[in-house]
């Protein structure tokens, strides 16, 4: 991760490194809008409401830099004092083996090992520093795009991520308001804008049946199990552009929800679009989640 984070770097303050990587951790921001055109998707944390109160917490901007961890949490160990909030998905925190609060800000001092343990539910858990992650932003953003490849690669133990300075100081909070993850996912959707290539039937059932979080969902899709869509229209549908929560109907019939790191087009009917509002629920749905798509108008 230290590849690629000289040119266009902000000025750093210190750095960490990564002792264990975990499952997936990537460095995520607020991603990267505006260059569909040219082939780049939005990325960004899949969870962005998340991200926004971690870095409430320690005094950063919106837009800082943090660590996106998948189900089995990461460790880290600063060189310099620095103020912590780990939140998303619940999971125990320790400072050199000893708990500390998750899901508000904690102090870690340099040279500290701070282990963000397995998620308890949800799926991603949000790591923000104090000062934010310095890597060099690609496109305006500092974002992992796995799809693309742009951006930091994903962390591998041993490798170092610089911290910016600390603008501000971490704000007094007792205690932060944190959703808890979706024991039943309902997706609000617009049809559209291929619903007229699904018979009147497959859309009662998009509407009226139960799926579940498939175990192939990551940060590019959340793939669904349940009754199979059936077309109306069975001609081949040239690539059109694609936007971050199109439900895609792949061959199997199976709803496919397009999240951060999406292709930015496609070449299966969309049959609908989830509500922005609605896809943090998305990234914190363990395999087996109930979903629902709830039409709501287009």
Do not use: K
């Amino acid at each position: 991760m230290t590849g690629g984070a000289t040119a266009g770097r902000d000025r750093t303050d210190g750095s960490l490194t990564v002792v264990r990587a975990g499952a997936l951790t990537t460095v995520q921001d607020l991603g990267r809008p505006g260059y569909a055109q040219l082939g780049v998707a939005h990325s960004g944390a899949l969870d962005l409401p998340a991200l926004r109160l971690v870095n409430r917490l320690v005094g950063n901007d919106p837009n800082a830099a943090v660590l996106e961890t998948t189900v089995t949490g990461c460790a880290v160990r600063p060189d310099r004092p620095v103020t912590v909030a780990v939140g998303g998905a619940p999971c125990p925190v320790t400072v050199d083996g000893r708990p500390v609060a998750w899901g508000t800000a904690v102090r870690v001092a340099a040279g500290a090992l701070l282990d963000v343990g397995p998620a308890v539910s949800g799926v991603r858990g949000y790591v923000a520093f104090g000062g934010g992650i310095a890597v060099a932003p690609v496109l305006g953003s500092r974002s992992t795009d796995l799809l693309s490849g742009l951006g930091p690669a994903p962390a591998e133990a041993g490798a170092v991520l610089p911290l910016g300075p600390v603008r501000r100081p971490a704000p007094p909070v007792d205690a932060a308001p944190w959703p808890a993850p979706p024991a039943e996912l309902v997706l609000r959707v617009g049809l559209g804008p291929r619903d007229d290539w699904f018979t009147e039937g497959a859309l009662r059932t998009l509407a009226t049946h139960v799926y579940r979080v498939s175990p192939a969902s990551n940060r590019i899709g959340l793939r669904t199990l349940g009754p199979s869509l059936e077309r109306a229209v069975h001609d081949e549908l040239p690539s059109e552009g694609m936007v971050t929560g199109a439900v895609q109907v792949p061959p199997d019939g199976c709803p496919l929800v397009f999240l951060a790191d999406r292709p930015t087009t496609g070449g299966y009917p969309v049959i609908a679009v989830v509500r922005a509002a609605d896809l943090a629920g998305a990234a914190q749905a363990v395999p087996g989640t109930p979903v629902r798509f709830v039409p709501v108008g287009r």
